[in-house]
């Protein structure tokens, strides 16, 4: 069975830190990756999507992730984190597998 | 309007009561789906439809029995409700199956 395991609940920062949220998924097919975000009050949006081609993928507000096919992983990745980046990052595979989402709270 | 609209925003009932959350997209896309989100808790996948056909059912209690009568359209049918019911349902649509989704603001349901 399909299974999304993002391994951080809540993750702390302050303004100007690195970021990686991890996500590991179980699905031995071909596989749609998804980084969603979801601000205080808002809808979930899309982040960053990977479909296919180059593993490193780019999305919106300077964020990234990266594919790596022999660790089952899309990690979300951003040098430089602003307040404005406080929100719940949920992972997902295909168009059915979410992950419990990780908080993230940037401390200004 | 654009995008994906879900009424009521807001809906408390009863567990004896019979109740309609509607959802709607505007984007032209072929799959719709029902998700539950209850605090501290993964997004739970409830019902898939594509092509206005359930292609999917996670083992939801038929309390709890979806519509989709146009591509267009999604209805999530309550009754006979329980207290751990109360979540915030989402509507989310997509191109195809496994293309990225786009959600609604949801309908945050309370059961008394």
């Known amino acids: 069975a399909q299974s999304v395991s993002q391994h951080n609940h809540h993750v702390i920062l302050s303004e100007a830190a690195s970021l990686e949220l991890g996500c590991n998924y179980s699905?031995?097919?071909?596989?749609?990756l998804f980084w969603y975000v979801q601000y205080p009050g808002q809808h979930l949006q899309l982040l960053l999507k990977y479909f296919s081609g180059d593993p490193l993928v780019k999305g919106i507000k300077g964020f990234e992730a990266e594919f790596i096919k022999s660790k089952f992983s899309f990690n979300l990745r951003k040098p430089s984190v602003q307040w404005s980046d406080t929100a719940e990052y949920f992972c997902a595979v295909n168009d059915m597998r979410f992950g419990a989402g990780t908080r993230l709270t940037v401390k200004p | 309007e654009t995008g994906v609209t879900q009424t009521p925003r807001h809906l408390v009932m009863g567990m004896t009561n019979k109740k309609s959350l509607k959802c709607e997209q505007h984007l032209g896309h072929n799959a719709m789906y029902w998700y539950k989100q209850s605090a501290k808790k993964p997004l739970e996948l409830m019902f898939v439809y594509s092509l206005e056909e359930r292609v999917e059912n996670n083992s939801v209690p038929s309390r709890f029995s979806p519509e989709c009568p146009n591509s267009s359209h999604l209805f999530l049918h309550l009754h006979t409700l329980q207290p751990e019911d109360s979540a915030l349902y989402l509507c989310a649509s997509s191109q195809e199956r496994d293309y990225e989704q786009y959600f609604g603001p949801g309908t945050r349901l309370t059961v008394t």
């Open positions: 699905y031995g097919g071909t596989v749609n």
